[in-house]
């Protein structure tokens, strides 16, 4: 394959071309431009790649891959838990596309379905007729989840989901009550609107965001209790139902029954974002359902795609999406998106949710889960100057590692300890690059702590999976830090 250098016309020669262009009366050909093909895309090498992404995609992104040696991998093949490379090394993926994996890669039933689906010539943009794909996804979505969450909204991103439940919500409530109450070390999204609840100084940089919100601790009900108080404006409390980019924290079932009844009791509306921890990561479908309390507005997006496409499902109780668009004169203010229930995508979802009932996936992602948090708190114990955590549930867990200073011999560890929040995530880097270098295997880390790694595989995933990811583990851990570390200088150098 051929990626020739690619030179654009001279401004000038250009000009000229187009001039004549139009002003001749004849229509001509459009030149082709110089683009690649789909199959030269499929085989280009990874100096070509690293050409394109650096020159059109995120240079500023590409520093961080090849720190961790990830840069040297070209993905070939994909399927269920395993990647394949260009040498046909297969790595074992406990990543998971940040919890969008849940069936694993190209799940077989997932692609028959589309496979049909393109066969047969069906539609796929229907904005002008009733969508039997999207009216049966919002059905079935309806029907797994609990209580009256009946309406749904379908979009293709986390953030577009997330924006819709808190739209919905302030409809419902109305303007002197669409204060949102939000969480230290929330993640929803990078959208404007949800970005102003998205804790982080990093992504809201300087952008002008939405001013009526307020931060309290994750978790901490009283916090809650005293804003509301003081505060009628607020009306809506939107929380991750598990903080995934905060570093996996959970909050205890009566923090959950309490902040219920603390809603009903101020009337308040709770947004659950479930887009990480929703679609059956945590052993339940949605997390909430582990606390026996029902949010009013819900998120799902990441795996309700299949590992094939962009889904994602916003879904209100009936009342209050009814009362913020239940109307001819209202039903379009947050209606359907270009791409909102597309023909293709509804059907992966669809196919996504029968497999994971047929399967019993949640089953699964519980037991075998467990089996992955025992084991993780096995190493704990086993190398406690090294793992400081382990927590979370079903296939959404974290591991994380103690600062830096703290894994170094007694006497250093003052000197070196005001250097631990420049060095957060060094460690568990190192560590991640040894993983994949040395062992196959892929992990990640979380968006705020970069000391925890967070394990998020498909929920297919093995106790055999799992014990060859725990012999990796264990392997590394057992050359200390120093062998970690020098054997990461060293792999800089290869
Ligand atoms: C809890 C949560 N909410 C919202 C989002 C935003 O989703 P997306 O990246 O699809 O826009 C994410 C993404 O990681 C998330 O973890």
């Not at 507005?297 to 009362?323: D, E, W």
């Not at 974290?398 to 600062?403: A, D, K, M, S, T």
């Not at 595989?457 to 062998?483: H, M, Q, S, W, Y």
Request: hydrophobic residues 45%; aromatic residues 8%; neutral net charge.
């Amino acid at each position: 394959m051929l990626l020739k250098k690619r030179k654009k016309p001279e401004p000038q020669q250009e000009n000229h071309a187009a001039a004549a262009l139009a002003a001749s009366p004849v229509a001509h050909d459009i030149p082709h431009p110089d683009l690649i093909s789909v199959e030269e895309a499929k085989a280009m090498d990874l100096d070509q790649m690293t050409e394109l992404f650096m020159n059109h995609l995120n240079p500023g992104q590409y520093h961080f891959m090849k720190l961790l040696g990830f840069h040297k991998v070209k993905i070939e093949k994909a399927e269920g838990v395993w990647y394949t490379d260009q040498n046909g090394r297969k790595i074992l993926d406990f990543f998971g596309g940040f919890g969008s994996l849940a069936f694993g890669h190209n799940h077989p039933r997932i692609l028959a379905a589309r496979k049909k689906f393109q066969d047969e010539n069906r539609h796929e943009i229907a904005m002008a007729f009733l969508s039997q794909y999207a009216a049966a996804l919002a059905h079935n979505l309806a029907e797994i989840a609990p209580g009256d969450l009946d309406m749904v909204f379908l979009g293709s991103s986390g953030s577009e989901a997330m924006e819709a439940a808190i739209k919905v919500a302030e409809r419902a409530q109305g303007p002197k009550r669409a204060k949102v109450l939000y969480a230290q070390n929330a993640f929803h999204g990078k959208t404007k609107g949800v970005l102003s609840i998205t804790d982080s100084t990093l992504y809201q940089s300087e952008f002008k965001l939405v001013e009526d919100v307020t931060k309290v601790p994750f978790g901490d009900l009283d916090a809650i209790r005293h804003a509301l108080e003081g505060d009628p404006q607020i009306g809506i409390v939107c929380l991750e139902t598990i903080q995934g980019g905060g570093g996996i924290i959970e909050a205890p079932a009566e923090f959950w029954q309490g902040l219920r009844a603390l809603c009903d009791e101020k009337d308040v509306l709770w947004v659950a974002d479930e887009v990480q921890c929703g679609t059956g990561r945590s052993g339940r479908f949605f997390a909430f359902e582990h606390y026996g309390v029902v949010p009013d507005v819900t998120a799902l997006a990441k795996s309700l795609g299949g590992g094939k496409c962009a889904m994602a499902a916003m879904i209100a109780r009936k009342p209050i999406y009814m009362k913020a668009y239940g109307k001819p004169n209202t039903a379009l203010i947050h209606g359907p998106a270009t791409f909102g229930g597309i023909g293709e995508a509804c059907i992966t979802a669809i196919e996504g949710l029968n497999v994971m009932y047929d399967d019993q996936l949640m089953k699964n992602a519980a037991e075998v889960g467990g089996h992955l948090k025992s084991e993780l708190q096995r190493l704990m114990a086993k190398y406690p100057k090294l793992i400081k955590d382990v927590r979370g549930r079903g296939f959404m867990l974290g591991l994380e590692f103690q600062n830096f200073s703290k894994t170094m011999p007694l006497a250093v560890r003052p000197a070196l300890a005001v250097l631990d929040d420049k060095l957060k995530g060094s460690l568990p880097g190192f560590i991640g690059s040894a993983l994949l270098r040395d062992h196959n295997v892929l992990v990640a880390f979380t968006e705020y702590n970069r000391n925890v790694v967070r394990l998020q595989p498909p929920l297919i995933t093995t106790r055999e999976n799992v014990d060859t990811f725990i012999t990796a583990l264990d392997t590394v851990l057992a050359g200390g830090v120093t062998k970690i570390v020098s054997n990461f200088v060293k792999s800089q150098w290869s």
